[in-house]
Each structure stands twice: as C-alpha cells, then as structure tokens.
C-alpha cells in the first residue's frame, strides 16, 4: 500500500459513548485502540452492528491509514448486508484523500458475529475463479474454488442461484462460459478433468478428453463457426476442443513448458489465443492453424500467472502478470514490450480490461490483497488501491462496469462510478 502508516489524532472523541457508532467520521478516522474499548456487546441493535461491522477486519485495517481503514469498513458493511451503510462509510471525510472512486454493490463475508450473520459466500475454500454470463434472463456470477465446487450468484442481489455443481475431483482452478447450441454452458477446469456443464441445469454435459493432469487455466473462442474450449494440463500439450460435440479439433504447438494462463482475441478476422507459460514466456497462437505467430516474448522473471487482451490503437495488445509483482504491456503486431505497470507488492494473480467512463482500463489483482485500476496508455494508476483483508486471487468487470474480485474465500461486486484523473496524493 502506497501510504505510511498514520493514526490521525484530529477526530475527537464522540460526545458520550451511547452515539458513538453514529460518528462514521470518528470511526474511520480514530485510534482503533480507543475505539475498539467503546465496542459494548449489550448495546442496542444500531451499535452491535456497527460492532461487529468494525471488528470484522480489524486485524488487517488497525494499523493502517485511515483511507485503507474506510474501504475495509465499508467492505464489511456490505458483507453484513447494509448496503446503505457501506455507501455512507465509503463518503466519510479522510485528511488529503478523496471520496472512494467505488461503491460495493454486496459482498459474502466468512466471519460473522453472534447476533448478526454475513453474506455467506457457501465456498469452504479459496476462490480461485470468476466469470460472468447471462442464465435465465440473469445476469449471474460464477465461481470456481479450492474446495472442489463452482457456484452461482445472482450479480445484481448477490443471492445464490440454484445449487452447487459439485462432480469434482480436486481444486477448481478455472471457469469459463460459451453459447453452445443456444444454451449458456460453463466449462470448469480442475485436477485430472475439464467438464462442460448445461447452466441452467447444472447438469454435466461431458467430459473433454486428453486430460491426464491439473489443469490451471481456460480459454474459449468461436474457430471456424465452432464455440471451442482450450485448456493444458501438465503433459505441457495445449487441447482445442468443439463444446458442441466434445471432440477434440486441434492443438497448439511450439511450446517447450506449461501453460499458466490464456486469452483469446481476434486479429484481422481470424481467433487467436494469448498464453502465458511457467517459464515466463509469453506465446501467441494463430488457432485456425494451431500455430505460433512470430516468436515468445520474454521478460517476466518466474512464472507467468494471468494474462489479458485489448486492442489500443488499433493494434492488439496483451497484458501480463505474474510472480514479479510486475504487470506487463505488449504490442503483439510489434513482438515487444511496449509498457509496464508497478505498484503491487508480491505476486500479481489477476488481470482484466474493462472500458470505465469511455476509456480502456486495465485492473489487477495480487496476494497483497489490493486492487488496482490503470490507465493503459499513459501507464499510470489511477486513484489509490483497493484492499481487501485476504489475497486477490480472480476478478472479472462486466460491460456495465461492476467489478467482481474474488478474495480469500469470498466474492464482492463494486460500481466504479467515478474515477479520478490521478493518482492519490
């Protein structure tokens, strides 16, 4: 996080102790140590919420600055179901910090106090996966975890959507959806298998075949007329398959190591597919031919984890992440770096592009826990960071402009309804 740590002395203590989860100026702003000693049990219902709202996180956000400690309560707010109370958290006044350029829409939360219950996320384990699609005349959520189940959500309530899809042999690493013969289908990539799956009836529809390991990522294209899935396991192969029939229609070829992470795009009216590999290198194939366009682009230092495409210009680009904590640009017509974002500590795990306010932006996510907007062409952060108490490990952004991230073991879904034209001070 880009602040030093600073417990601001300026807000005074609330004037006697019955008001004093009303002041959401003093709570953000003050010692948590002298607000954490006014957290009464038998207060009415108003202060046992805002109790448990502040305790919620406060690990994380008590020996932070006051803008970190704003989010995390308003982030909270929300995963105990007051969405009215996280906007009002999010708009309180910090010193030489604007308003959040955000608001959170719902979010699931794991830990909840005895007289009030969050938003479960009904995940037991880390959420690893997250995609968008529309079911049933619904915009939905869906997530993959570690522990061995994908679930949906609906994206604008927050509230599950039928039941799990639980046929799984180990860790879910990955989800992806496709169209397929007029029906939403979800294809799930875990230990030893990639399934398709009929969304809205949770059924299993098939099992793609050549998989004989852990499969860490998914792509999806429409080639040659046909929806497709792509996906490796650890055999380093890299399988393109027909989602209508099952059957495999082709590979990708010129690699020597595993594939990481994979996005497809279309360059002059043909699909192409964006991997990133374990050894750092970053392919691009031709996937009409399977071939490789041109040769890898290399500069990562390890393993290359998350990968997204966009086409700036005119000219189509990849941005990649990984355990260099550093977020790369590339011009895929040029072979070569064109930029670099810097601002995560730690492993980046996660990139998207959205188009927020008309423009392109990139996002991502890292084990530090944070999130960060970009803007693309001038490789500058825009606004400060979001944060979150457990490690970012998934997110995608919907056309509308809500961002789903994937947290620990939980999912929140924001509206970045205004952003700064800086970066913090």
């Known amino acids: 996080m880009s602040d030093d740590v600073h417990m601001t002395a300026s807000a005074s203590d609330p004037s006697g102790a019955e008001g004093w989860w009303t002041d959401l100026p003093w709570l953000v702003n003050a010692d948590p140590e002298r607000v954490l000693g006014l957290l009464a049990s038998d207060a009415d219902s108003d ?7 502040y305790r919620a996180s406060v690990d994380v956000h008590r020996d932070v600055p006051p803008w970190v400690r704003r989010q995390l309560l308003a982030l909270d707010a929300a995963r105990y179901g007051d969405r009215e109370l996280s906007a009002r958290i999010a708009a309180v006044s910090v010193e030489d910090v604007d308003t959040e350029p955000w608001q959170v829409l719902w979010s699931t939360g794991a830990q909840s106090d005895p007289h009030f219950q969050m938003n479960p996320s009904g995940h037991t384990g880390g959420v690893d996966a997250v995609v968008t699609t529309f079911s049933d005349g619904r915009h939905v959520v869906v997530t993959g975890s570690k522990d061995q189940t994908v679930r949906v959500r609906d994206l604008e309530t927050g509230q599950p959507v039928g039941g799990p899809m639980s046929d799984f042999n180990g860790r879910v690493w990955a989800v992806a959806t496709e169209v397929v013969d007029g029906r939403p289908c979800v294809v799930t990539a875990s230990d030893w298998a990639v399934l398709a799956w009929d969304l809205a009836t949770r059924q299993q529809t098939g099992e793609l075949p050549g998989i004989n390991g852990e499969v860490w990522c998914l792509g999806t294209a429409v080639v040659q007329g ?9 055999d380093v192969s890299v399988r393109v398959w027909d989602l209508a029939s099952g059957e495999q229609v082709g590979e990708l070829t010129g690699h020597d ?20 590999m374990s050894g750092g290198k970053v392919w691009q194939w031709d996937l009409t031919t399977g071939q490789p366009v041109g040769e890898p682009l290399t500069g ?5 984890w998350a990968v997204a495409t966009a086409v700036v210009g005119g000219r189509a680009h990849a941005i ?14 040029m072979g070569r770096e064109v930029g670099r974002l810097v601002g995560h500590e730690g ?12 423009e392109l932006r990139v996002v991502t996510g890292g084990s530090d826990g944070t999130v960060c907007l970009w803007e693309l062409a001038a490789g500058r952060q825009i606004g400060r960071e979001l944060v979150f108490p457990a490690p970012v ?19 929140a879904v924001l509206s970045l309804h205004t952003v700064p034209d800086s970066t913090g001070p």
């Not at 990562?300 to 290359?304: F, K, L, M, Q, S």
């Open 226 to 234: 046909r929806p497709c899935a792509l996906a490796s396991d650890d």
């Open 347 to 358: 492993t980046v795990s996660a990139v998207v592009t959205a188009v927020i306010g008309g």
């Open 320 to 333: 990649t992440a990984g355990y260099d904590a550093t977020v790369r640009v590339w011009d895929l017509v």
């Open 47 to 53: 202060a046992r919420l805002m109790a448990a709202v």
């Open 257 to 276: 190591d595993f594939l990481m992470a994979i996005d497809t795009l279309v360059i002059d009216d043909r699909p192409h597919a964006v991997g990133c």
């Open 393 to 411: 490990h998934a997110l995608t952004v919907t056309p509308e402009g809500s961002l789903v991230v994937g947290y620990g073991g939980d999912v």
């Open 300 to 304: 990562h230092d390890g393993e290359a």
